[in-house]
């Protein structure tokens, strides 16, 4: 469970911390107006309520124990997050990527996104037809924050569970990215939103 010490409390769960940070350090991570706020958390919670947890580790373990197949590992992540991000693709339509999920800036929606899909690539779930996340996933990662994020930062790909170690660059075509100078972006890793907020962290990873 992902744990954040700060301002004299322990906050648990990713985006309850995200938000905390968001509001008493103004990250803008979300819009101002509460209208478009709802709407981008939604769409950032298809992510994060709909597509994690039910490809979280624990859930494929326990599918494959009762099983006693291991190989359905591969199947079930497959079946869940490939779909899963398809309809995330959908769901861009209504947003404006400039270049980001909704914006000229890392948000909510992208930090979300990115660790999904560092774990489509480890279990071969393919998103190479979903041409906004391409884009997005390059954009952001050309950012340090996201790069400084990245699972292999903390334990190699060879160490970690899952059919591929291919990364994000083998499922997409290379876009043109052009970032906007002075674009800094607050991570998916505990240490680079530690690093902001001037609190500790106590897990590898928030998502």
Wanted: some cysteine; glycine content about 8%; charged content about 20%.
């Amino acid at each position: 469970m992902p744990v954040l010490d700060i301002d004299g409390h322990r906050l648990r769960q990713s985006l309850a911390i995200i938000d905390y940070l968001d509001q008493t350090r103004g990250l803008g991570l979300l819009p101002l107006d509460p209208v478009q706020r709802a709407k981008v958390s939604g769409l950032a919670r298809r992510l994060a309520m709909d597509v994690h947890p039910i490809c979280n580790l624990p859930v494929v373990r326990y599918a494959a124990g009762i099983t006693g197949d291991e190989t359905i590992k591969g199947d079930w992540m497959q079946r869940f997050i490939g779909p899963g991000l398809t309809a995330f693709e959908t769901l861009l339509t209504s947003f404006k990527q400039d270049p980001f999920c909704n914006g000229s800036k890392p948000g909510l929606v992208d930090i979300c996104l990115i660790p999904q899909l560092y774990n489509a690539s480890r279990w071969n779930a393919s998103f190479a037809d979903c041409p906004k996340i391409c884009t997005i996933a390059a954009h952001c990662a050309a950012l340090p924050a996201f790069a400084d994020a990245h699972p292999d930062r903390v334990k190699p790909q060879s160490n970690h569970e899952g059919q591929n170690a291919a990364t994000v660059r083998t499922q997409c075509p290379k876009p043109d990215v052009r970032l906007k100078t002075g674009l800094t972006a607050c991570g998916s890793h505990s240490t680079v939103v530690g690093s902001m907020s001037g609190g500790t962290s106590q897990n590898a990873g928030l998502l």
